[in-house]
């Protein structure tokens, strides 16, 4: 699967909005048939590969750069991934076996932060994302219909999220950061 963006490698004239979205901020419009739901679970599945793919070839200083002004580093955001859908996928399991669980958020911009993100190989944060993925695919494939219903509340937005919902939103969480590395891949000529 190619991911696309709206940022032509000859333009010189980038809008923040651009570099920060390359492929647009996520919309959700209806609920997903089983077919559709059928291709996002699809779409999980290949996220890890994507990202090995947009990531592959990088020397240390190209993964330490910032892929906008003002952004997270090419390492910073292959570390973000694991985190993030770990944390997804446990989202997950506590609304399928709890009713309505209150998630815990947490700070994304200060785990970016760590020392981990650092000093750990990006090999290490590549198998991480394909093993819980390969997990989350796992339980994507067995849930039934009804269990897409499912919800959890996450208090920091004061919101209630469906299964369906946080499924379509990490699809395009994945490919978004995906699409910032090979868009910056693309303006660099790497």
Request: proline residues 5%.
């Amino acid at each position: 699967m190619q991911i696309y963006n709206n940022i032509s490698k000859y333009d010189n004239r980038y809008s923040m909005e651009d570099l920060r979205y390359p492929i647009g901020k996520f919309a959700y419009k209806r609920a997903y048939s089983a077919q559709e739901k059928d291709q996002l679970i699809l779409q999980i599945a290949e996220i890890p590969a994507l990202l090995r793919e947009a990531v592959s070839g990088l020397s240390e200083n190209q993964l330490d750069t910032p892929y906008r002004e003002e952004g997270w580093t090419v390492r910073q955001v292959i570390h973000h991934l694991p985190d993030s859908h770990a944390n997804t996928y446990i989202r997950f399991k506590l609304a399928l076996t709890e009713d309505n669980p209150t998630i815990k958020p947490y700070h994304e911009d200060r785990w970016a932060v760590l020392p981990d993100t650092f000093h750990t190989p990006i090999e290490v944060s590549l198998a991480m994302l394909e093993a819980i993925h390969f997990r989350w695919v796992m339980l994507l494939k067995n849930m039934q219909e009804k269990d897409f219903e499912k919800t959890y509340f996450h208090p920091e937005s004061q919101k209630v999220f469906n299964l369906e919902y946080v499924l379509g939103m990490y699809v395009w969480h994945g490919q978004h950061h995906i699409a910032q590395i090979t868009s910056l891949r693309a303006r660099k000529h790497w």
